[in-house]
């Protein structure tokens, strides 16, 4: 093995001085930058030079800004946006919920205006003809073609008896036929086994008003063509035989035929809106006092339908009910 020669031994330098203290004082440090804020604020103060230099740095920084908080903007904007169309869609469906209840109520509101204003009518015209009335709701309706009744939601209990008129806003109804203890039954003046006795509010000729089995349509088969009435007149109703309230509307003419034979043909339509009146009136009045006199002088009727008979052309028991 051979042996190497040694060669030269490098000696390292040893400095005991601690880090801290090596290089300049650390007080020529603090004066020198104590003198280079002084004199920056004095330039700064005197000539506004930091103004100057931070509105430089700002227009280079502020690209570098933007480009930096666009990620961050963007991300917050089309949160925003799902946020609102969420917000946006809840509040359109709850506003739309809140108009259909209010149009539900406005509807209501306009059914009760509708019928507290027919209550105010039929009130109003019942005003000075009868003692007392009493507001009737209609229940049910005969689908019968060939018989015109309904059923009223006031019965005995009501005090509602046999043959009680029965009117509305604009005319006479009918009359009841049934009764029970709490509802009643009410032929219409337009049934066919219904009559009654009815006058000219213009000439005064006196005659009776059958139904024919249309609702918007009665028969007058006993006025003779020298009768004076014309088409257009109102016909109202004449007490006679105490069931209805004299003076009421019954009809208005609508038709007359003088033909060759004895009697006109004449039509006339119910005043009272049979097929669309809810709500009726039934009617306690004091019958109205007829001499003789004027019973002889009524329209000539054949002798099986008295003018001051019973306000129904059939016999009593059927016109009254079953």
């Given at each position: 093995m051979?042996?190497?020669?040694?060669?030269?031994?490098?000696?390292?330098s040893?400095?005991s001085?601690?880090?801290?203290?090596r290089g300049?004082?650390l007080?020529?440090?603090?004066?020198?930058?104590a003198?280079?804020?002084?004199?920056?604020?004095?330039?700064?103060?005197?000539?506004?030079?930091?103004?100057r230099?931070?509105?430089?740095?700002?227009?280079?920084?502020?690209?570098?800004?933007?480009?930096?908080?666009?990620?961050f903007?963007a991300?917050?904007?089309?949160?925003?946006s799902?946020?609102d169309?969420?917000?946006?869609?809840q509040?359109n469906l709850?506003?739309?919920?809140?108009?259909?209840?209010?149009?539900?109520?406005?509807?209501?509101f306009?059914?009760?205006?509708?019928e507290?204003?027919?209550?105010?009518?039929?009130?109003?015209?019942?005003?000075?003809?009868?003692e007392?009335?009493l507001?009737?709701s209609?229940l049910?309706v005969?689908?019968d073609?060939?018989?015109?009744?309904?059923l009223?939601?006031?019965?005995?209990?009501?005090?509602?008896?046999?043959?009680?008129?029965?009117?509305?806003?604009?005319g006479i109804?009918?009359?009841?036929s049934?009764v029970?203890?709490?509802?009643?039954?009410?032929?219409l003046?337009?049934?066919?086994?219904?009559?009654?006795?009815v006058q000219?509010?213009?000439?005064?000729?006196?005659?009776i008003?059958?139904?024919?089995?249309?609702?918007h349509?009665?028969?007058?088969?006993f006025?003779t063509?020298?009768?004076?009435l014309?088409?257009?007149d109102?016909?109202l109703?004449?007490?006679?035989?105490g069931?209805?309230?004299?003076?009421?509307?019954?009809?208005?003419?609508?038709?007359?035929k003088r033909?060759?034979?004895m009697?006109?043909?004449?039509?006339?339509?119910?005043?009272?809106?049979?097929?669309q009146?809810?709500e009726?009136?039934?009617?306690?009045?004091?019958?109205?006092a007829e001499?003789?006199?004027?019973?002889a002088?009524?329209?000539?009727?054949?002798s099986?339908t008295?003018?001051?008979?019973?306000?129904?052309?059939?016999?009593?028991?059927?016109?009254?009910?079953?």
């Amino acid at each position: 093995m051979i042996a190497t020669p040694p060669g030269p031994v490098v000696e390292l330098s040893h400095d005991s001085r601690p880090i801290i203290g090596r290089g300049p004082p650390l007080t020529a440090y603090f004066l020198t930058l104590a003198a280079i804020s002084v004199g920056l604020m004095t330039a700064d103060q005197r000539y506004h030079q930091i103004d100057r230099i931070r509105e430089s740095l700002s227009r280079v920084i502020y690209p570098v800004q933007r480009a930096v908080d666009f990620p961050f903007r963007a991300t917050d904007w089309v949160t925003g946006s799902f946020a609102d169309r969420s917000r946006l869609r809840q509040e359109n469906l709850a506003l739309t919920a809140r108009l259909r209840l209010a149009n539900l109520q406005l509807q209501r509101f306009a059914v009760l205006e509708e019928e507290n204003r027919r209550l105010r009518e039929m009130r109003a015209n019942t005003a000075g003809i009868a003692e007392k009335v009493l507001v009737a709701s209609i229940l049910n309706v005969d689908l019968d073609p060939f018989r015109h009744r309904v059923l009223l939601d006031k019965g005995a209990a009501d005090g509602v008896f046999k043959d009680q008129a029965v009117l509305d806003g604009d005319g006479i109804f009918g009359q009841v036929s049934k009764v029970n203890a709490s509802t009643a039954e009410v032929i219409l003046i337009s049934d066919a086994e219904h009559a009654i006795p009815v006058q000219s509010n213009r000439s005064g000729v006196r005659t009776i008003a059958v139904g024919t089995g249309d609702q918007h349509k009665l028969s007058l088969p006993f006025v003779t063509v020298e009768s004076d009435l014309q088409a257009g007149d109102l016909l109202l109703s004449t007490g006679m035989g105490g069931v209805f309230p004299p003076g009421y509307p019954v009809a208005q003419v609508s038709k007359v035929k003088r033909a060759g034979s004895m009697f006109a043909l004449v039509e006339a339509r119910p005043t009272a809106r049979l097929d669309q009146a809810r709500e009726v009136l039934l009617v306690w009045f004091k019958p109205r006092a007829e001499p003789a006199a004027a019973a002889a002088t009524a329209q000539p009727a054949p002798s099986s339908t008295p003018v001051d008979g019973p306000a129904t052309a059939a016999p009593p028991a059927q016109a009254g009910g079953e």
